[in-house]
């Protein structure tokens, strides 16, 4: 029982992380398109893009279905 109860609060603290990441890859892109409006391109822009979308590929990984239907941070769960 217990850990079934740890396992649904690891989820909900997987799902916190990954809005917060998300949130984290839309500002990054803000921020890079204010600097590039405002100095034009340089290697801090281009920094700032790169890592939103390593941001985006990491939470898109985790949540995309397996051709079997589950969510990679469910799997855990569902082999149990």
Do not use: C, H
């Amino acid at each position: 029982m217990f850990l079934v109860g740890a396992i649904g609060a690891i989820s909900r603290a997987m799902d916190w992380v990954l809005s917060i990441v998300t949130l984290a890859a839309l500002v990054l892109i803000g921020g890079a398109i204010y600097l590039w409006r405002r100095q034009g391109w340089g290697k801090q822009v281009g920094l700032m893009l790169l890592l939103a979308a390593v941001m985006i590929a990491n939470v898109l990984v985790w949540t995309i279905p397996t051709p079997r239907g589950a969510e990679p941070m469910e799997r855990p769960a569902a082999e149990r």
